[in-house]
């Protein structure tokens, strides 16, 4: 390869961390509902309760399984016993609730008082007879979906050594396998048992609503792999077996800890891929796993070309126009990429968090799509800082501002098309038959402008009025 063939490097940089962004306890809200048997209990003050009741809006209603512990002041000063308080409060979720795991979220406070949480749970699960995972998804540390990630690397010390003995018990955790083989006689699954190429165990790992679980694992299924399973899964007591050796793979660009727990802890592969999002992200995806255990991969080119070809309407909106992400969920670099694949320009991405290593093929693919597409890469920002960022926006006149929803009220009102980025959070965007979701999302405000452009109100402020 020759110099000029060579991908632009990528320019990263890193201002004060003055963004908005969701506390990464907000994980409870999607994780409660992904494993079903849980109880997640958030110990804080009622600043953090405050957050989960507005930011979870109406599922707040639904009677959801997590409760605030809120601190009160005898805790703070240790006039209360932290031991006894939490036995209590536990004693009273398994006499009303009956969860098969109680998941405690420690937050701000409980670092700055150093409450011993992780130190408190094995007694107490001992005590009360249910497990404890402990996660600390606060502010302090991290920010929004980074929750998810402290929580699955906790629970990864929980799932299972090896594989069980017992046959039936067997069946009972391997839910996606059961899923698959639903309503098939013992014969058939032995046959098809033998569509699969013999490779070493593959788990993958990252919360996905159950559509994009049985999507992503019957994609692989095609290419003849087979998922042993995921974490987490449906139920705290389905959670995969891992041994030592076995192949891992993330689907969300945000779950770095999770990764490095299962190389470190349980000696597990990581396979570094590009994620799959978008229908590059997925066809590469799919492609490296591939890779990893020597299958050739089949009719991923058509598939993906068939992808675009159906994509074409939203990308006709979108080609041409430039896109600027403010940064606060991680999953920036991919949506990037996808957006950059689909015609547009791309002049910043901030990110709060870069872990180079774990992003490392996604950041190659965006550098690889920036080339390819003939235009110039996009400077990351880690830790960004929003007053900055707002000025280079008005520099810049990008076409759409990904952003939270702290700024995108304002700067509509300054005529500035906006996308709320938590919305990519809770949408399913992973997987082919997705990636319409991710545009249709994307286009959304282009599509309502273009639409009262004529009413002629597209500054709402007055011209010297600044954010
Ligand atoms: S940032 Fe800290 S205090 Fe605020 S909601 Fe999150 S954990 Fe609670």
């Known amino acids: ?32 509902q992904k494993i079903e048997d849980s109880f997640f209990l958030v110990i804080g003050t009622k600043t953090c309760g405050y957050f989960l009741q507005n930011a979870m809006g109406v599922m707040i209603f639904a009677e959801p399984r997590y409760a605030m512990a809120e601190l009160e002041e005898g805790d ?31 937050t701000c406070t409980t ?24 996660a ?94 995921w974490l987490p899964a449906k139920r705290y007591t389905e959670l995969p077996v891992i041994e030592e050796g076995y192949y891992v793979a993330g689907v969300n660009p945000f779950l770095s800890r999770t990764a490095t727990t299962l190389m470190r802890r349980r000696k597990c592969k990581l396979i570094g891929a590009p994620f799959p999002i978008g229908p590059d992200g997925t066809r590469a995806w799919i492609e490296k796993i591939c890779s990893v255990f020597s299958i050739e991969p089949k009719g991923l080119e058509e598939r993906e070309a068939q992808i675009w070809a159906s994509l074409e309407d939203y990308v006709k909106l979108l080609r041409g126009k430039s896109v600027f992400f403010m940064g606060d969920n991680l999953l920036e670099i991919s949506l990037a990429r996808f957006l950059i694949r689909c015609g547009m320009s791309c002049p910043e991405i901030g990110i709060p968090y870069m872990d180079k290593r774990y992003q490392k093929a996604e950041l190659d693919l965006l550098a690889k799509t920036c ?9 990351i920002i880690e830790k960004p800082d929003n007053y900055n960022q707002i000025q280079r926006i008005y520099e810049l006149k990008p076409d759409l501002v990904i952003t939270g929803m702290a700024h995108a009220n304002p700067m509509e009102a300054r005529g500035i098309n906006t996308k709320w980025s938590v919305e990519f ?36 402020v007055k011209e010297e009025a600044k954010i």
């Open 136 to 229: 600390r998804a606060n502010g302090l540390d991290y920010a929004f979906t980074q929750g998810e990630d402290t929580v699955l690397a906790a629970m990864v010390h929980k799932c299972p050594k090896q594989a069980p003995v017992v046959e039936e018990e067997k069946q009972e955790r391997n839910a996606i396998q059961k899923l698959l083989h639903f309503g098939r006689k013992q014969e058939d699954v032995a046959a098809q048992e033998s569509e699969y190429v013999d490779h070493p165990p593959l788990v993958l790992f990252g919360s996905m609503p159950d559509p994009v679980v049985t999507n992503l694992t019957l994609e692989l299924k095609k290419q003849g792999i087979k998922v042993s399973g």
């Open 1 to 32: 390869m020759t110099a000029t063939q060579a991908p632009q490097a990528l320019d990263f940089e890193c201002e004060t961390g003055n963004y908005h962004t969701f506390c990464p306890i907000s994980c409870v809200a999607w994780l409660y």
């Open 76 to 106: 703070i000063s240790a006039q209360l016993n932290d031991y006894e308080e939490l036995k209590r409060l536990c004693l009273q979720i398994k006499r009303d609730r009956n969860p098969s795991v109680i998941v405690w979220i420690g």
């Open 425 to 460: 959070t809770f949408a399913q965007i992973h997987g082919f038959t997705n990636a319409r979701d991710v545009l249709e999302l994307a286009t959304r405000p282009l599509r309502r402008n273009n639409n009262l452009k004529e009413l002629g109100w597209e500054k709402l």
């Open 371 to 379: 080339q390819e597409m003939g235009v110039p890469a996009p400077k």
């Open 111 to 134: 670092e700055i008082i150093k409450m011993d949480l992780e130190g408190l749970a094995p007694k107490l699960e001992a005590e009360i007879g249910i497990p404890i995972v402990t």
